[in-house]
């Protein structure tokens, strides 16, 4: 069988035996990646990043009577914590959509965040 044959079975008996969370996480890592995303592994404190990932979570976090809007956009490596300084809703972000966020990385509480982040909704696929 040829080389690329056995890459081909290698792949499949992968998609057959793995789990279906280990499976999505590397379909979002290889969509970012196609985007030209930067892993949130790989992102460092004080580096301005793109990163592009399905937001698992948010959450409006009242704070000393300033609202902030947090989501956690995951990449299929790494969650980094969306951070929005004085909004309460942002339309279109909401849990399970896919979007690209840029920013500069800081780290909070030992987590990677992009504070008031420039972002893009990406098409549900």
């Known amino acids: 069988m040829s080389v690329s044959g056995d890459g081909y079975w290698r792949r499949l008996m ?63 490596t790494e969650g980094v914590t969306l951070v929005w300084l004085g909004r309460r809703r942002i339309a279109g972000i909401e849990p399970g959509r896919t979007i690209k966020a840029r920013g500069r990385i800081a780290v909070r509480d030992g987590r990677k965040v992009l504070y008031n982040p420039y972002y893009e909704l990406q098409n549900a696929s």
């Open 14 to 76: 992968r998609r057959l035996t793995s789990d279906v969370t280990e499976l999505d996480a590397d379909d979002l890592s290889r969509e970012a990646e196609a985007v030209g995303a930067m892993r949130a592994c790989d992102c460092k404190s004080g580096e301005e990043v793109t990163v592009m990932g399905r937001l698992r979570s948010v959450e409006m976090c009242p704070r000393d009577s300033a609202a902030t809007l947090e989501a956690e956009l995951f990449d299929g």
